[in-house]
């Protein structure tokens, strides 16, 4: 059984900074993408950044490039996102999904697992 479970999200003023966590567990994650969406209420869940298990090649979202910053630490299996400036327009429960995809895709559901999220608001 595959188990993501993330944290590290709050209330935060905008510009402001959070580090969001996804921890794994239940098998070798080798090949397998780690990415984050978002969901904002009322809109579609969307990507916003993907790393593979297994190599440095990192995506991001046009409205995240710059300020976000996703990494991993294999030995924790453990990914996280690193959120810069942050606008109000980030605010979203943020979810962390992992499957057996290149690192450049983007589509939700195409990811077979998913964490339960976390909630970060910005406030301006």
């Known amino acids: 059984q595959v188990q993501l479970v993330e944290s590290g999200g709050g209330l935060v003023q905008a510009g402001g900074s959070l580090r969001l966590a996804c921890a794994a567990s239940?098998?070798?994650?080798?090949?397998?993408?780690v990415a984050w969406f978002r969901q904002a209420p009322g809109k579609e869940r969307e990507f916003v950044a993907s790393i593979r298990w297994t190599s440095s090649n990192t995506y991001y979202a046009d409205s995240v490039k710059g300020r976000f910053t996703i990494s991993r630490d294999n030995a924790k299996n453990t990914v996280y996102l690193q959120m810069n400036s942050l606008k109000p327009e980030d605010t979203a429960v943020y979810y962390c999904?992992?499957?057996?995809?290149?690192?450049?895709?983007?589509?939700?559901?195409?990811?077979?697992?998913w964490g339960q999220g976390t909630q970060v608001t910005v406030s301006s």
């Open positions: 999904a992992a499957a057996n995809v290149a690192p450049a895709v983007r589509i939700a559901r195409s990811y077979d697992y």
């Open positions: 239940g098998r070798a994650f080798s090949g397998y993408t």
